[in-house]
């Protein structure tokens, strides 16, 4: 687990960016300044820790983690190692602010990222996510758990739907008189396949399941944010940040840089990352093995899509 206090590092910026803009003697007599100030700030800090004042209110804790999604939702593995994390430590008068860039993806995958966020909330931790690019369809089942939701101006925001589109290979098959055998136990075990024959029935209870899981996506985006009008932003259409405040999408237009700024002038912020260590071979040896197995399963994720539900 990797934790950064971003306090200390605006410090040190925004001491370099001063500095660089003084002379010499200027930069002697600030540096002089500053390290007097930290010494005070040092020791008031320990006098406040030793004194016997249990009433002392402790300073608020920001924790700031990171989810960039791709269609399957794989950082979910991180997340819930950073959740957990948080919510061994984390008091009710403490914020997590998730830094969210997802189009969507699996249902299963967005599923489980998003209950990763309600564990937050069932611990009565206050929920920030800011969108500064996009929080669409998944991605958005993900945000709407929070308590407040932040966007840039320009940030897609949306896409309460559902998708799901596969190719068929039957005609080509016969053509080339290809036989392709599927056996399958329970009626609608397999509806469409990428080989067989796709039937009329087959297709509609395809779109039945679709059906079925986009009342299932309103319902959810519906309990978690009850004053919005989910007959018209559940379309699968995607708006931007200052459209999307007008349909109560999302809360306030605003970048996740500002809103971090404000929380560090008043409250103590960590960034949080869990990072799974690799070995010098993972590093070296297969890095070319892993990019070219990656690679693979992205156009295969692509073909197969419409076998998997997803928004």
Request: overall charge negative.
């Amino acid at each position: 687990m990797e934790i950064n206090q971003l306090n200390e590092q605006y410090e040190n910026m925004s001491e370099t960016l001063l500095l660089s803009s003084l002379n010499s003697h200027e930069q002697k007599l600030k540096l002089k300044e500053l390290r007097e100030d930290k010494k005070k700030k040092l020791k008031s800090e320990k006098l406040l820790a030793k004194s016997a004042k249990h009433d002392t209110k402790p300073k608020k804790k920001v924790y700031i983690i990171d989810f960039n999604g791709d269609v399957r939702a794989t950082e979910v593995d991180n997340l819930r190692e950073e959740v957990t994390a948080i919510t061994t430590q984390a008091s009710s008068s403490d914020e997590v602010v998730v830094r969210l860039e997802s189009g969507g993806g699996t249902v299963h995958g967005y599923g489980l990222a998003a209950s990763q966020l309600d564990r937050l909330k069932k611990k009565g931790i206050a929920l920030t996510v800011c969108v500064d690019k996009v929080a669409a369809s998944g991605g958005y089942a993900m945000a709407c758990v929070a308590d407040q939701i932040l966007a840039a101006p320009f940030a897609m925001i949306g896409s309460i739907g559902v998708v799901a589109q596969l190719p068929n290979f039957n005609r080509l098959m016969k053509k080339n008189n290809i036989d392709f055998e599927m056996l399958t136990a329970g009626e609608y075990k397999r509806t469409l396949t990428l080989f067989g024959e796709n039937t009329q029935k087959g297709r509609e209870k395809f779109v039945e399941d679709l059906e079925d899981i986009h009342d299932l996506f309103k319902e959810y985006v519906h309990e978690r944010r009850p004053t919005m009008d989910m007959a018209s932003v559940a379309t699968g259409e995607v708006w931007l940040g200052a459209r999307a405040k007008e349909l109560d999408l999302v809360d306030s237009i605003q970048t996740s840089d500002e809103y971090i700024g404000d929380c560090i002038g008043e409250s103590d912020v960590f960034e949080i990352k869990y990072v799974i260590k690799k070995s010098l071979i993972d590093r070296l040896g297969i890095a070319a093995e892993i990019s070219l197995d990656r690679l693979f399963s992205k156009w295969w994720a692509r073909l197969t899509q419409g076998t998997e539900k997803s928004f």
